[in-house]
Every structure is written in structure tokens, then in C-alpha cells.
């Protein structure tokens, strides 16, 4: 079982950057695969970026390559999310997942993940 709990959100004007935090409980972190999706109303939930076990690989959404960052530290648990150069169109409630899911290439899926978040809410105002 794993616990995940994000933060860092919150209302930025376009351009500024803002970094998401998930913390997970549990002592299995370091053997999930780590993603971070998104919802905005009205849209299904996207991919974002996700980082493979060891955090050897990565892997982005095209909006948000160059401009976002994901990284994860597995001592702390914890799993980030950078986000630089905000668009309006980043606007979405935000959600830190886990799989099970074991490899070199981080799956782009929502089935594909086992564990998720409560959300946290990004706005980018123009």
C-alpha cells in the first residue's frame, strides 16, 4: 500500500512557476514508478510526466517538455514536480500517482497506476 499526499499549489500568473510536492507513506516507494496527471474541467486526466523506480528515466507530456521537471528523492519519499513558464492552459487539478509497474519506460496510462493523490489545484491566470 502506498499513501500519496500533494501540495504546492495554488494561483500563479502566466509565466511564473510553482512546484508540486507528493509525499508518499509506505515502504514500497522506491519500487513504484512515479507519475504526475492532470484534470481540468471538462477534459479526462492527462499525463503529465512521470520517473521510472531508480529515477534513471523520465518522461513528459509535449506541452510541458522544457518546462516542467519531475524528480524524486526515495530516501525522503517524496516525488516533484518543477513547473516553470505556466500557461493559462496549465490550469488542472493536479494528481501524484504510483505504479506498480516496474521498468525503464514510464507508462503514459491512468489504468496503468495503482495508488493516486487527492489532487491539488493549479491556476494560471493570464
Known amino acids: 500500500q502506498v499513501q500519496l499526499v500533494e501540495s504546492g499549489g495554488g494561483l500563479v500568473q502566466a509565466g511564473g512557476s510553482l512546484r508540486l510536492s507528493c509525499a508518499a507513506s509506505?515502504?514500497?516507494?522506491?519500487?513504484?514508478?512515479m507519475g504526475w496527471f492532470r484534470q481540468a474541467p471538462g477534459k479526462e486526466r492527462e499525463f503529465v510526466a512521470g520517473?521510472?523506480?531508480?529515477?534513471?528515466?523520465?518522461g513528459y507530456a509535449d506541452s510541458v517538455k522544457g518546462r516542467f521537471t519531475i524528480s524524486r528523492n526515495n530516501a525522503r519519499n517524496t516525488a516533484d514536480l518543477q513547473m516553470n513558464s505556466l500557461k493559462p492552459e496549465d490550469t488542472a487539478v493536479y494528481y501524484c500517482?504510483?505504479?506498480?509497474?516496474?521498468?525503464?519506460?514510464?507508462?503514459?496510462?491512468?489504468?496503468?497506476?495503482?495508488?493516486w493523490g487527492q489532487g491539488t489545484q493549479v491556476t494560471v491566470s493570464s
Open positions: 500517482a504510483a505504479s506498480s509497474i516496474i521498468g525503464t519506460l514510464v507508462p503514459l496510462f491512468p489504468r496503468t497506476y495503482d495508488y
Open positions: 509506505g515502504r514500497t516507494f522506491s519500487r513504484h514508478t
Open positions: 520517473i521510472t523506480w531508480s529515477g534513471g528515466s523520465t
